[in-house]
């Protein structure tokens, strides 16, 4: 079998996003994992459950955890710079647009989070999202998609699923 290459966004960011949410509760057979502590983008961090209430930032994060079937773990989505995927539409539509762009801190606390994924480090910046360690603070968990570290020596170019 010839080894097959896959955007590392994509593989390391649904890997991790699939393994956090395998506790769902719709998924009661499943050993519970927990808790899981990670390090990513040079950010560490312990969950110590499933998320069961998450904001994604961007199309790409929300696409994968829709792939991912998490939609009912969701409070709202932001930054969809593109039209859906026609197999995620109606998975979509059930979940609140937070924003057209990246919400405001406010704006994403409001909805009590408690995991905001994101495929770009920006969604933390200070006047959206807020920076992850204040974030943690306040018990809200953060995953920031693996290619778009804000460190570029963090950032894998290429991984195989083999790897995963």
Known sequence: LG????????????????????????LSSVEQPFPVTLTNCGFEATFESSPAQAVTMNQAATEIMLALGLEGSMRGTAYLDDTILPKFKDAYESIPVLSDTYPSHEELLAVDPDFIYASYSSAFKEEYAGPRDELAELGI????????CENR???????????V
Not at 3 to 23: G, I, R
Not at 141 to 148: F, I, L, M, R
Not at 153 to 163: A, G, K, N, Q
């Open 3 to 26: 080894q097959t290459k896959l955007p590392a966004m994509m593989v390391l960011s649904s890997a991790l996003v699939s393994a956090l949410f395998l506790a769902s509760p719709g």
């Open 141 to 148: 968990g953060s995953y920031v998609s693996p290619s778009a």
């Open 153 to 163: 020596t963090l950032r894998p170019s290429v991984v195989t699923i083999e790897d």
